[in-house]
């Protein structure tokens, strides 16, 4: 059974940073690209970051470029987002996706595995 859980959520101000964790475990994603999307209510849910099987190539959504980095580490099965700078507008739940590929996509249909999220708020 594979299950991808997010951890690291929770009530911020604007201006704050927050780091966003993804452990997985019953298969190793090493070989396979990861990457984050998350969801406001009322909306669709919209890609963020997605990073590649070695760690090297990243693919981030215009809104969150030059605020949020994407990073895994491998050898725990595990990748992380780190959030900096962070609006209101950034209030959604963040999930964490596996296998789209070696190369990171932004189509949700591209992902395979899914975590059950993680609420991020932040007030004005």
């Known amino acids: 059974q594979v299950q991808l859980v997010e951890s690291g959520g929770g009530l911020v101000q604007a201006g704050d940073s927050l780091r966003l964790s993804c452990a997985a475990s019953g298969r190793s994603f090493t070989g396979y690209a990861v990457g984050w999307f998350r969801q406001a209510p009322g909306k669709e849910r919209e890609f963020v970051a997605g990073?590649?099987?070695?760690?090297?190539?990243?693919y981030n959504a215009d809104s969150v470029k030059g605020r949020f980095t994407i990073a895994r580490d491998n050898a725990k099965n595990t990748w992380f987002l780190q959030m900096k700078s962070l609006e209101p507008e950034d209030t959604a739940v963040y999930f964490c996706?596996?296998?789209?590929?070696?190369?990171?996509?932004?189509?949700?249909?591209?992902?395979?595995?899914w975590g059950q999220g993680t609420q991020v708020t932040v007030s004005s």
């Open positions: 990073i590649g099987w070695d760690g090297v190539a990243t």
């Open positions: 996706a596996a296998d789209s590929g070696r190369i990171p996509r932004r189509g949700q249909y591209d992902y395979r595995y």
